[in-house]
């Protein structure tokens, strides 16, 4: 796994905890997940209609993090 800088992984893992704990989102999903697909978006930022992919993977990212009713 790539190694992301250490501030945003541990907010990304309290934000998670934090989320996860009142039921908002779901508690199976670690910060290494959430990191990879956010770095996915910022690599991807030199295609051509890079913002509106970018757009679709942060609603699949969010939708994938919501609990499931």
Avoid: Y
Avoid at 22 to 44: E, F, K, P, S, W
């Amino acid at each position: 796994m790539p190694s992301f800088p250490r501030p945003q992984t541990q907010a990304v893992t309290d934000l998670l905890a934090a989320t996860g704990e009142d039921g908002t989102v779901r508690d199976d999903v670690n910060a290494g997940a959430v990191m990879m697909a956010l770095h996915g978006i910022g690599a991807a930022h030199d295609r051509a209609g890079w913002r509106a992919e970018a757009d679709d993977v942060r609603t699949l990212v969010l939708d994938g993090l919501r609990r499931p009713r």
